[in-house]
């Protein structure tokens, strides 16, 4: 079966249709979202075989990379947003000061509109309906654009989207680059984009005709940070299998090793009996190593191989017809070789030798900000635990190298960070997960996901029976009317001298409790408020 393209000319009434049953709030109320994210729980769990059929035919992506990857990671994730939805779209009552006491301010959990998610082909399933999940739960109205070129993948959502979702609010479209164009045309309330940083540019600019705000989870090259210390088996055998999971075609996939010299040899020496281990004698006859979306890729990669500067330590072999590029290791690779300029996306891993973590750490802040840091150390003053008291308890974890500069994470910046491991944050459904910079704009995941499509509405509700107590902010402004508002909605500090000033407490308790024989005596006696009132100016002009 061969992927339609959407006929363009349909695509504002396909918005127009999906703003209109956002208007009529179909989808607001909980037990509407709650039915719509069972629905696609089901979708993904009766289904597994045929989306693993699909993924399989797009990529040859291995079962259990198709499971770990697409399905059940996107499942729990619904199951983790069932789970809080009644909390996370409760409104929240704020703290308010003397002042606004008679006031109910609060803010309100709203969906933001009609929104656009346009996936990536590498996950085709989780990069698509994972944002689909946040938007459902949030209360929005979606079209889902797969990407064009995991085309069995868009074919099969094509086919399962209208039989389990509501149609008048999910919608499925497709198309390449033109058809994407066009479909920015349209307003939407925001736009979800995963793929490259030059196609989110272009995303971000189609947005801002509209000043529609937008989430981009695009990439970069991430690095991983080799300590001395470090157990170079261990190190070889997480970088490889995360690496090379889904044949390097993953945006959080170590991009580059950084290291000294003598953590590089040995490496070189434990690298291939990672692989073996993963993949047997023979990587290109194994079933769990994925190949190359399309040839375009293939001529991209192999050709930086052939200009290279680089030493290939280990791998190399490529074959056009099968979109097959073993796993590839290239040693002494210098920090301005073709390897380094951009994020790699494939089955070659780059060692850039360095004099020491310092210099490491240099080089990394030189290029954009990653989506993702691995430092690997085993010392046990590697990974520091800081609790800070003033704060709210939780405990940060840093890594640290051996150097006088201290911390890694101190002194870097990216997306995420994983300390002797790779890739597997993702994974944790209460993560944020997102880049910064040029790795990407906003987060999601768990409640992140649903904060992303919500709009957060600040709401204030004044009674009319405060009046006579608000009257102290209408004009004419007098000066004892000046005093009042001070004291009732304003701090006073004396920061200079930094000392505590017992009398505002005295003051703010007995404001409190001013307000509340005013709040008392204001529905059973209007005069006795008017009487409050006016003592309390009286007592200000003393």
Same mark, same amino acid.
């Not at 002494?332 to 790699?344: G, P, R």
């Given at each position: ?65 198709? =499971? ?41 959990k ?10 990536? =082909?590498?996950?085709p399933?989780? %990069? +698509? ?14 079209i ?11 074919? %099969?959502?094509?086919?399962? +989207?209208?039989?389990y ?10 198309g ?41 989870e695009?990439? #970069?090259?991430?690095?991983?940070? $080799? ?9 070889? &055998? ?15 996939a170590?991009? *580059? ?18 692989? @073996? ?6 990587? &290109? ?7 190359? $979306? ?15 500067? #680089? ?16 796993p ?6 210098? &920090? ?8 790699? !996306?494939?089955p ?16 990394v802040?030189? @290029? ?19 609790? !800070? ?19 890694? +994470? ?15 944050h ?41 009046? &006579? ?8 402004? @007098? ?7 001070? =004291? ?6 004396? *920061?200079?001298?930094n ?21 008392? *005596? ?14 309390? @100016? ?5």
């Open positions: 079966m061969t992927l339609t393209y959407t006929v363009t000319e349909a695509m504002p009434q396909i918005v127009e249709d999906l703003r209109k049953t956002f208007r009529s709030n179909v989808t607001k109320p909980l037990s509407y979202r709650k039915a719509q994210l069972k629905q696609l729980y089901l979708l993904l769990d009766e289904n597994e075989n045929l989306i693993f059929d699909a993924v399989h035919k797009d990529g040859r992506k291995p079962r259990a990379e198709a =499971w770990l990857g697409e399905t059940v990671i996107t499942k729990e994730e619904i199951v983790e947003v069932l789970k809080n939805l009644d909390n996370w779209a409760a409104s929240e009552y704020v703290k308010v000061g003397m002042g606004h006491m008679l006031n109910s301010c609060h803010v309100r709203e969906p933001v509109g009609t929104v656009l998610i346009i996936g990536s =082909w590498n996950y399933i989780a %990069l +698509l309906l994972g944002p689909l999940i946040g938007a459902i739960a949030a209360g929005c109205t979606a889902c654009k797969p990407s064009e070129i995991a085309s069995h993948t868009a074919v %099969l959502l094509d086919e399962l +989207l209208p039989k979702l509501d149609q008048s609010a999910y919608r499925i479209v497709h390449g680059p033109e058809e994407t164009a066009i479909l920015l045309k349209c307003k939407f309330d925001h736009i979800f984009y995963t793929g490259s940083g030059s196609v989110g540019k272009s995303i971000m600019a189609a947005a801002a005709n509209h000043l529609t705000r937008v989430t981009l695009l990439g #970069g090259k991430s690095p991983v940070i $080799v300590g001395n210390d470090a157990d170079p088996s261990i190190v070889a &055998k997480r970088v490889a299998w995360g690496k090379f999971f889904n044949c390097g075609q993953t945006c959080i170590p991009d *580059y090793i950084i290291c000294e010299r003598s953590m590089q040899e040995a490496l070189l020496k434990h690298l291939p009996m990672a692989l @073996k281990e993963l993949y047997g004698g023979d990587v &290109k006859e194994s079933p769990d190593y994925a190949r190359l $979306v399309s040839s375009k890729h293939f001529d991209r990669l192999a050709n930086m191989l052939t200009q290279t500067q #680089g030493r290939v330590a280990i791998g190399g072999e490529t074959d056009l017809k099968e979109l097959y590029i073993s590839t290791i290239v040693a002494d690779v210098s &920090k301005d070789d073709i390897l380094m300029q951009d994020e790699l !996306f494939g070659v891993l780059p060692i850039v030798v360095v004099d020491n973590l310092d210099d490491a750490i240099d080089y802040n030189s @290029k954009d900000s990653p989506l993702t840091i691995y430092p690997f150390s085993k010392n046990s003053k590697t990974i520091e635990y800081s609790e !800070f008291p003033e704060s709210t308890g939780s405990i940060i974890i840093r890594a640290v190298t051996n150097t006088s500069d201290g911390l890694v +994470l101190e002194n870097t910046r990216s997306g995420a960070a994983v300390t002797n491991d790779v890739i597997m993702f994974s944790v459904t209460n993560l944020p997960f997102g880049g910064v910079g040029a790795s990407g704009i906003g987060s999601y995941h768990g409640k992140k996901s649903f904060d992303t499509f919500t709009h957060e509405r600040s709401t204030m509700n004044t009674p009319y029976y405060a009046e &006579k107590f608000l009257e102290i902010r209408y004009p004419p402004y @007098k000066e004892n009317k000046l005093k009042m508002l001070q =004291w009732l909605f304003f701090s006073k500090r004396d *920061y200079r001298n000392k505590s000033v017992r009398i505002f407490t005295l003051k703010k308790f007995f404001g409190y409790s001013l307000i509340v024989v005013i709040l008392a *005596y204001s529905l059973r006696n209007s005069n006795m408020l008017e009487s409050l009132v006016n003592f309390i @100016k009286a007592w200000f002009k003393t």
